[in-house]
């Protein structure tokens, strides 16, 4: 009784807010994420109030929302229509969802694993926000291991180590072994700015222990990726090619140190090789194959892009493990999930006028550090939502990769990403960061702890931004941090 009580109250209100979201949430086979879909447009409803916002505070342009609380990540676009809006709620459910072992009484959501990092997507992107690296003696949930041997497969991306994969599995379900323990040691490495304060950096190194399969090839490479948070990626696919491409500059020639170049990926459903737009190598063309790859990698779910385990030859256990359907996710779901990546918003900004914030912002410009994370862009038409079309939006990238120097590397090329290349991450909500997740990790792999630490690990085509930023007076280093505070 409690429980349809429950599916009662929730649905009346739900009907108030969105009569075919409540439809839609009660029929088969939606029934058992109709609770959370509909809670979801109740909490996800906030938003500015109608506050009036100024244009170059509106970092999404008009999918922008004013929010400052620990949801921030978590709202739609402000102007996404009705029809995507419950397009968004339902994608929003199957996103924080618990995937369970397969066979369950839902056929909607069992297929966990066999090897996985997370039970959830949100497991990894807690509040739809960035990761960080696990606490001693934990488990690494939302900084996940690449692994690789030297070659390419058959795409040129890759190429698996042959008894672990592409991704390295710390959990397994039942009957399962997990692959091992990622081991990770932090050393400290002592600097000091040009006026005489000192600053230590923290040096990860990464190793595996008590492994499951046997030894890692010889010759095996690790790539540590912390989940970054998830807002705007829609806007960022909508940015055309071109635009992109004609920031590219791999023969340095303006003479800037800058040599942004892009990154060629497989497109599994085109068949094709295609501009990397995702990931901290732009490994992935488009948030489809973004999300389906995660699926796949972080959760043992398949899906029709990637319809086979990620179950290695000497992996016997994992092979013979019961499956969740074929595939595990159907294409209505992934689709949900899709549209909700899509059109989660991006927060305004906050205190741009403010006079410490104002200076940031001209020492952020002196210091070049615009010349990658490039503050501005706009986006052509996307084919699947008019509301993301001719938006001018402030995501602070370029989505091309750069060489950041051997202080930042991981060694392990990625299509034509090299082992010191790392793609532009948009800085747009890092400012929100500490409030919706609690922490200031940044960095491909969480090693920096806080904004400085991340400026000053900068090498390669980073290294005059970097050695300008060490050269500041403190008074202008904390003018430039509190500018990133407030994107």
Known sequence: MKGHMFYAVVSFFGARRSPRLSALALSSPFAPFAPFALVASLAACGGDGGAVVADEALL??????????????????????????????????????NWVTAPASSDNIDGLGPRFNAISCSGCHFKDGRGAPPAEGERPVALLFRLSIPGQDAHGGPLAEPSYGGQFAPAAI??????GKMVIRYTEEEGRYESGESFSLRKPAYSVAELAYGPTHAQM???????????????????????????????????????????YVWDAKAGARVLGRFGWKANQPNIEQQSAGAFLGDMGITSSLFPEQNCTSAQLDCKAAPKGGAP???????????????????????????????????????AGCGSCHVPQQKTGVHPLFPELSHQTIRPYTDLLVHDMGEGLADHRPDFEAGGRDWRTPPLWGIGLVATVNRHTSFLHDGRARGFAEAIL???????RSKESFRRMPKADRDALITFLESL
């Open 60 to 97: 999404g342009g008009a999918t922008s929302i004013v929010d400052t609380t620990r949801d921030a990540f978590s709202r739609p676009a402000k102007n996404l229509s009705d029809e995507h809006r419950d397009r968004f709620f339902l994608g929003n459910a199957i996103f924080n969802r």
């Open 174 to 179: 039942a009957g399962v072994p997990a692959d």
């Open 221 to 263: 490479m690790i790539s540590p990726r912390v989940a970054p948070h998830m807002i705007g990626m829609g806007l960022l696919e909508a940015i055309p090619e071109a635009d992109i491409l004609a920031r590219a500059d791999a023969s340095d020639r303006d003479g800037d140190g800058v040599r942004g170049r892009p990154n």
């Open 328 to 366: 595990e996710i159907d294409d209505n779901l992934l689709s949900a999930v899709v549209s909700y990546s899509r059109t989660l918003a991006v927060p305004a900004r906050r205190d741009v006028a403010a006079p410490a914030v104002r200076r940031g912002a001209e020492f952020f410009a002196s």
């Open 457 to 463: 690990w900068h090498g390669g085509e980073g290294e």
